[in-house]
């Protein structure tokens, strides 16, 4: 009997049913479609995964069938690798082709969609994958790339006909060995604490934002207690695309328009959506970034592992106490504004002097919006190991004092240090034994003395970059650096 023909949407980082072009291209292509997601055993259990990505993503799944069910459009969800599931698929029907969105993510995904590449040439079966926002695939520099950035920004988006989607009816049978086993629990039972995934939720947050939280954007942005009100919290929306760039570009761009004294907090914001494109370029362009130092000459910087250290930095007891605080904070909700997060970075390399990679690992768990082609170029970032820009160390003290000059955020999420006065909160290794015992916080007790002291370890880091900036094979890297992954915009490097 002959396979029924169809085309197949692999929805990936793009979970949403507006702005979206392989829908798009499947409602003009005619066909019967299925329209499919795949969570990949290898992907959940790779090491910067965590369930909370997960259930964001399952969340997300659940608002887009909800937007589908209308139209009468299944959405399958599988347990299992996509080169699979798209064997067993190709076994029963006849797909003409695959339409998906370029995927920037990790070498894992990068060899699955090589895989699935060569499947799908081998049967005949065509793959068009589309522009991912800004983000254009095959670059070999920067020249040109705001202005295509601006181009697609300000062009219409990729209206989606759902009524013009007809759905291919799989068997019963196919459709659940398609679906492979449930996943665990863990995977699609929400938490409190964190924000709840899909378009309707992101589109929530953006009507929020635009209409009360803006007006404080530009003010609140580094403070680590109002910047979880005032900044957008836009990025799992974004990094999981229940939102376009394009989306929010053009929405802002109206509410700009609309009302003038939000011109100017908007259009630093939209300046960070450009920034969230560009380092996601950077990483399309140079993705070995994952695994080794932009500057590769940064490879020769030895650092001495010690896992007590990184244990407490990760765990929120390095006696430094806002490092402490946004740590936990960052473990029990997934967010963390940019300053703290570069902050936390900052220390665990230049303070504890340790090497970055299990950091990125770890905070790319806890982020619940952890985007690799943001992730891992902020990181390097912040690391020094880009080398090609100006050498900042967060002073944990001083953040503390201009940041959370009350303690109010320190005091939330380190509740040892809660009967501690703001003006003793942001040292408390200064505290007399007396004091100690008055506001029930013995050191090494209580709450850990600092794991090192912050003027001294600095000093060595800004030594050793110093030498580093004068090594010949650093300074070639550099060069190479600016010309091949440098955005020709002012700046767009220069942190809040
Ligand atoms: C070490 C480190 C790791 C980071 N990892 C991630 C990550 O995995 N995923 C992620 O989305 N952001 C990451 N960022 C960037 C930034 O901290 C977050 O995007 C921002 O805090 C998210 O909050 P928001 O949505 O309220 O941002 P807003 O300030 O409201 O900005 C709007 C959007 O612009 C983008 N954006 C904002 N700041 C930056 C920036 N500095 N660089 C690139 N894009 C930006 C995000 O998509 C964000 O949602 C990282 C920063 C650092 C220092």
Redesign the pocket.
Known sequence: MARPVCNVVWFKRDLRGRDHAPLRAAAEAGLPVVLLFTFEPSYLACPESDPRHWRFVWQSLADLRQTLAPFGLPLLACHAEAPAVFDQLLAEVEVKTVFSYQETNLALTFARDRAVAHLLRQRGVAWREFQQNGVLRGLRHRQGWPQAWAHYMAAPPDHVDLARLRPLALPPELTARLAGPPLPAVYTTALPGFQPGGERYAWRYWHSFSQERAAH?SRH?SKPEA?RRS?????PY??FGNLSVRQVVQAARQIADAQPQLARPLAN?EA??L??C??IQKFEMDCRMEHRPINRAHAKVEKEWKEDWFQAWATGLTGYPLVDACMRCVVATG????RM??ML?SFLSHVLWQPWQPGAVH??RQ?L????G??YP??QM?TYAVGAHFLRIYDPVKQSHDHDPAGHFIKQWVPELAQVPASLIHEPWRLSALEQSFYHCRLGIDYPRPLTDYVQAAARARQIQKQLDQDPEVQAENLRIVRRLSNPLPAPEVAE
């Not at 900044?231 to 990025?235: A, E, I, K, N």
């Not at 967010?335 to 940019?338: A, D, H, K, P, V």
């Not at 919006?369 to 690799?372: H, I, L, N, V």
């Open positions: 954007y942005l910047s900044c957008s919290r836009l990025s974004l990094a914001f960070r959506l920034w969230h560009h380092y967010y963390l504004n940019f997060r570069a970075v905070l790319a982020f919006d952890f985007e690799p943001i992730h902020q990181f912040q």
